[in-house]
């Protein structure tokens, strides 16, 4: 049988923290170890210009970081394609098809979207290819027809206008060419983990991240800047757990739930201090980035075998895509020179 495809990305606009990780990059793993399906990973290069356009060296320059800490967590070239966006001509001309069938209207409806005009404060002066953006990634999606999306949930509204884009597709060109993707998210409550301030989204913006390149000590220090209760001054003082960011991550980070549930306990009861349970954190966190970290490096030490990784994989994806793109030149009726 064949298998079925991938695919998902990043926009490269600086190094992948663990909030990534844990929002995505593990769950892709996973799934590509599973070896029951084929994976297509994207550096979303162009969509990054779509709101950076006046600073295309962030872009250029956080490729290399992106593509390293994918391999650090263990993406696997051999049986992942990763690939980068702008070199895949197709994608843009998938776009342009797409765009006659998405009314401003619904582009501007888009809840992702409209949250991040409010974020980046565009208000009156959206860049049109900003708004775009679902379009071209619905055309990422369907140039490899991939079946499965995995990625944070904040993609979902994403997922779900390119699911209407292959319908309408399909529909008006009378044709079953392009497939319809699912989203995989990961599991209820362990997909989004808060910053280390607290604040509920970990971003390099909010300067709150810890980055899968952190070094250890640099790893310590943040963990230990971490927002717990305010409230909890002295060490005998009952603590509070809810929204106290250290038991969060110790929530989604230690695989020991029964060890969690203690030192909860023993922290409401009061007596057990901040600092400990900081440098348990620190202990847990460790034990998944310290092998991150190391291949991240090994890798690291070769970069121009990363570029070629990345032509190799682009290359690939050409040929998948363009294959789609002749199918929809021709349910369009464009052909006509075959
Ligand atoms: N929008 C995604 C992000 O901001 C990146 C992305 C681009 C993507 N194209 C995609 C994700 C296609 C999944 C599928 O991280």
Do not use: W
């Not at 570029?307 to 030149?329: D, F, P, W």
Request: glycine letters at 6%; charged letters at 25%.
């Amino acid at each position: 049988m064949e298998k079925k495809v991938i695919l998902t990305g990043d926009r490269p606009t600086g190094k992948l923290h663990i909030g990534h990780y844990i929002g995505s990059l593990k769950n892709r793993v996973m799934l590509q170890n599973s070896g029951k399906y084929r994976p297509f990973i994207m550096i979303a290069d162009t969509q990054a210009l779509t709101d950076n356009a006046r600073n295309p060296e962030k872009i250029r320059n956080s490729l290399i970081q992106v593509a390293l800490d994918y391999l650090a967590v263990g993406i696997d070239p051999e049986i992942s394609t990763i690939f980068v966006q702008s070199q895949i001509p197709a994608l843009f001309e998938l776009t342009a098809y797409y765009m006659d069938l998405v009314t401003v209207s619904r582009l501007e409806r888009n809840p992702t979207v409209k949250t991040e005009i409010g974020q980046k404060g565009f208000n009156d002066s959206i860049p049109v290819g900003f708004l775009n953006y679902p379009v071209s990634q619905a055309a990422d999606i369907t140039a490899f027809k991939a079946s499965l999306v995995p990625a944070g949930d904040d993609q979902e509204p994403m997922i779900e206008q390119a699911r209407e884009i292959v319908r309408t597709f399909n529909r008006v060109y009378n044709c079953d060419v392009l497939v319809e993707p699912k989203g995989y998210f990961p599991e209820d409550g362990s997909g989004r983990l808060p910053g280390l301030d607290g604040n509920a989204k970990m971003s390099k913006s909010l300067n709150n991240a810890i980055y899968l390149s952190d070094d250890a000590e640099t790893v310590q220090k943040k963990v230990m800047s971490m927002y717990t209760d305010p409230d909890h001054i002295h060490v005998e003082d009952p603590g509070k757990i809810e929204g106290n960011t250290v038991f969060t991550y110790l929530d989604i980070f230690d695989p020991d739930k029964d060890k969690v549930a203690q030192l909860k306990e023993d922290y409401q009861k009061g007596g057990l201090g901040d600092v400990k349970i900081k440098r348990y954190l620190n202990k847990v966190l460790e034990a998944e980035l310290a092998p991150i970290r190391e291949r991240r490096a090994k890798f690291a030490e070769d970069e121009a075998a990363v570029y070629e990784m990345l032509i190799e994989g682009s290359k690939k994806a050409n040929e998948v895509a363009n294959e789609t793109l002749q199918q929809v030149r021709s349910a369009i009726g464009l052909n006509y020179f075959d």
